[in-house]
């Protein structure tokens, strides 16, 4: 009996509705097996695939499926799609490299402290980038760079952690009125100067070095209160917020240190 279908080898194909009658046999090969090669011109990746029953990928003009186990495409075709695969796959690539280099030079950079900006460059040069691609992932890397240091200071805070690099990386980026960044400038200044000269950390020398700590409880005092009361702005972003309360809690915390440095203890 005449059934009007087509045997390619591998199944029956149906001219009238233009599809296989049986499912791709090839379809565990279009499967990851740790081969880029994948049949199909992309395995599961080319989502044509996920219709088993498609015939040249919809596309007869430009495909063929001479066996009826996986479409094909003619050579001289199938090498600009080759080149065209691997160009966006290395533009892939260099998109990520460019913003790995920011990001890895950007919180290297965050580490060094107050220093100027000459001392910077020389200790931590900028990223080279070598194409257009890097340049945009470095862009990108920039971008994204505020809501990594505040996801990042949020987990530091859960796990207790030293955070004010990553709380003076989102200050950078945030829009903050003039008033408030002087605070901020204050109790960062305040902080660098004790660190730097162990005001808090060394040992209580004489009345001086006691003038010294309670002169510098005064400044991060005025500083944190104000902070504090322009952290209940209900105008507000939540980045914002987060920020102000991330200077207030570092200003206690200094704040407790140079008293109990004061009283001895």
């Given at each position: 009996m005449e059934t009007g279908l087509y045997y390619y080898g591998a199944r029956y194909y149906d001219s009238r509705l233009s599809r296989w009658i049986s499912a791709d046999p090839a379809l565990d090969k279009y499967l990851p097996n740790g081969n880029n090669n994948l049949q199909g011109m992309g395995g599961v990746f080319n989502s044509v695939n996920l219709d088993v029953y498609h015939y040249a990928g919809l596309n007869p003009i430009k495909f063929t499926d001479p066996d009826g186990n996986c479409m094909e495409m003619p050579p001289e075709d199938l090498d600009a799609f080759n080149q065209g695969t691997?160009?966006?796959?290395?533009?892939?690539?260099?998109?990520?490299?460019?913003a790995a280099k920011y990001l890895a030079w950007s919180f290297s950079r965050a580490n060094l402290g107050h220093v100027s900006e000459e001392r910077a460059n020389e200790l931590v040069p900028p990223p080279t980038l070598n194409n257009d691609a890097e340049k945009a992932g470095a862009f990108a890397g920039w971008l994204s760079e505020p809501a990594i240091a505040y996801y990042g200071l949020k987990a530091s805070k859960r796990s207790g952690g030293n955070n004010i690099v990553k709380l003076n990386k989102i200050a950078n980026k945030v829009n903050l009125t003039r008033g408030q960044r002087a605070r901020i400038n204050t109790i960062k200044e305040i902080s660098h100067n004790w660190?730097?000269?162990k005001t808090i950390s060394g040992n209580?020398?004489?009345?001086?070095?006691?003038q010294k700590i309670k002169e510098g409880l005064s400044g991060?005092?005025?500083?944190?209160?104000a902070l504090y009361k322009s952290a209940g702005n209900p105008k507000l972003s939540k980045m914002q917020r987060e920020v102000l309360?991330?200077?207030v809690n570092h200003a206690d915390s200094l704040i407790f240190k140079g008293m109990r440095k004061i009283e001895g203890k």
């Open positions: 691997t160009k966006v796959w290395n533009s892939a690539k260099s998109f990520v490299v460019g660190e730097a000269r209580l020398l004489d009345a001086g070095h006691v991060l005092g005025k500083a944190r209160d309360s991330g200077y």
